[in-house]
């Protein structure tokens, strides 16, 4: 048998090289074969991403006529969640919150808070604005302050106002944010708030008519660093006659909110100076809306990843002879 004939039996009876190999150059790469093999699997997708349910023809039909059977359905995508109905329609109700946000440079948690919250009260269907009451000062911390200024600046489209913190989310949609008629109501109550379980807590998340926290005369303005604003409002509630309510039925716990505030990272201005520290525990009895001192620098209309909100940047002022406390000296 010449050598062409062995050649031919060895590749009739499986030996030499595979035949596909056969076809490729002596120095044979396997980098050429991986881009083909990409190339193939792009081409496969784009096929498919055509040929499946949708606008237009199947690629290949002539005269933009489709060719062959019925279309397949395209893969699945996650479900959108449905948009909220425009607020002009009934079922959102008469009354319109205003949701005072005290801030100070904490704007990875604005970033999340405001689009969160208004997808959160748009499922709700609350009519609402939010409004970011960002200091600007060099003063030290107001929350109670920046309230008092918010709640100045909301305007007589709104009738109920929300003191709500920045850095906490409810997670449970069966939370009340409608309209407090009976009574100051408490959101974030001991029972939920992860963190402050006392029995005279109302911060966090406060609700109230604008006709309440007048009668309340504000919150005090003397609190200047971090806490206890809250403690002397509490005691203002409850001179002005008016009953804290807070949410039942809610068994979701200490799990019901999310705190995202991080103190490792953000240390919170607690330091009490002078005075401060008798003074924290006083009930004012004069302070409040009537005497809030301050200047709005400038009032912004932001968009949030689809959400609405103002920013106001106000600019607090402090009688030193007052509450020295103020400044860090």
Not at 146 to 151: D, H, P, S, T
Request: aromatic share 10%; hydrophobic share 35%.
């Amino acid at each position: 048998m010449g050598p062409a004939r062995r050649r031919a039996a060895l590749r009739l009876r499986g030996g030499g090289s595979p035949p596909l190999l056969g076809l490729l150059p002596g120095r044979f790469s396997i980098f050429p074969l991986f881009f083909l093999a990409l190339l193939l699997g792009f081409a496969s997708l784009l096929w498919l991403q055509l040929s499946c349910s949708g606008e237009g023809p199947v690629p290949g039909g002539g005269g933009g006529q489709s060719r062959g059977g019925p279309r397949q359905p395209c893969p699945p995508q996650a479900p959108q969640p449905p948009p909220a109905p425009p607020e002009d329609e009934p079922s959102w109700g008469p009354h319109r919150l205003a949701l005072l946000v005290p801030f100070r440079e904490r704007f990875e948690e604005l970033l999340t808070f405001v689009p969160y919250m208004h997808r959160f009260l748009s499922k709700k269907r609350i009519r609402h604005h939010i409004f970011i009451l960002n200091q600007v000062d060099h003063f030290r911390f107001n929350r109670a302050s920046l309230i008092n200024v918010g709640f100045l600046e909301s305007g007589n489209d709104t009738d109920y106002i929300a003191m709500h913190d920045v850095d906490l989310l409810p997670l449970n949609e069966q939370l009340d944010y409608s309209f407090p008629e009976a009574g100051p109501f408490h959101v974030a109550s001991p029972e939920l708030h992860p963190l402050y379980h006392y029995k005279t807590y109302v911060g966090g998340i406060l609700l109230l008519t604008k006709q309440h926290y007048e009668m309340c005369n504000g919150m005090s303005n003397r609190f200047w660093g971090w806490g206890r604003e809250d403690d002397e409002f509490y005691r203002r509630i409850k001179g002005a006659g008016l009953q804290v309510r807070r949410p039942s039925g809610i068994t979701t716990g200490y799990e019901t909110f999310q705190h995202l505030h991080d103190p490792a990272w953000r240390k919170r201005d607690q330091k009490r100076i002078a005075a401060q520290k008798q003074e924290q525990f006083k009930v004012d009895r004069e302070g409040g809306l009537n005497n809030v001192r301050y200047g709005i620098e400038s009032r912004t209309a932001l968009n949030v990843a689809g959400a609405p909100c103002t920013v106001l940047n106000i600019l607090l002022d402090c009688d030193t002879s007052e509450t020295p406390w103020c400044t860090f000296g």
